[in-house]
């Protein structure tokens, strides 16, 4: 699994842009669209979202609970290479948000 991975976002956007990540998901999961190359198969949307593809690779987004961040973690049981899609894909949602900022790292 990565690290946690935490972007910028201040505390006054941070809630609003989990909540328009987990849309995000669960508007590509009703389409049938594919997150990192698979069909989604699972989302939890248990503080943030967490959504799971076919593989059982999985990516993680929610509001940091005590500084101006989000807290992004990503894993696959199939490889690094998987691993490292599903954190492109939860990227590029990211990245459609002004607000996110700068991580303080990256796998």
């Keep these: 699994s990565s690290p946690t991975m935490s972007p910028h976002c201040a505390d006054e956007t941070k ?3 989990v909540d328009a990540v987990v849309k995000h998901f669960r508007d590509a999961q009703a389409k049938g669209a594919p997150v990192a190359g698979q069909d989604i198969r699972d ?3 248990v503080n943030g ?3 799971t ?3 059982g690779t999985w990516g993680l987004v929610r509001a940091s609970s005590n500084k101006p961040e989000l807290v992004v973690v ?3 049981p199939v490889s690094e290479a998987r691993m490292h899609d599903m954190f492109k894909a939860v990227d590029a949602v990211l990245r459609t948000h002004p607000a996110v900022g700068a ?3 990256t796998i």
């Design 43 to 45: 989302i939890v949307t």
């Design 53 to 55: 593809v076919q593989d």
């Design 74 to 76: 990503v894993e696959s």
């Design 103 to 105: 991580y303080n790292q």
């Design 49 to 51: 979202v967490r959504v």
């Design 15 to 17: 809630y609003g842009v």
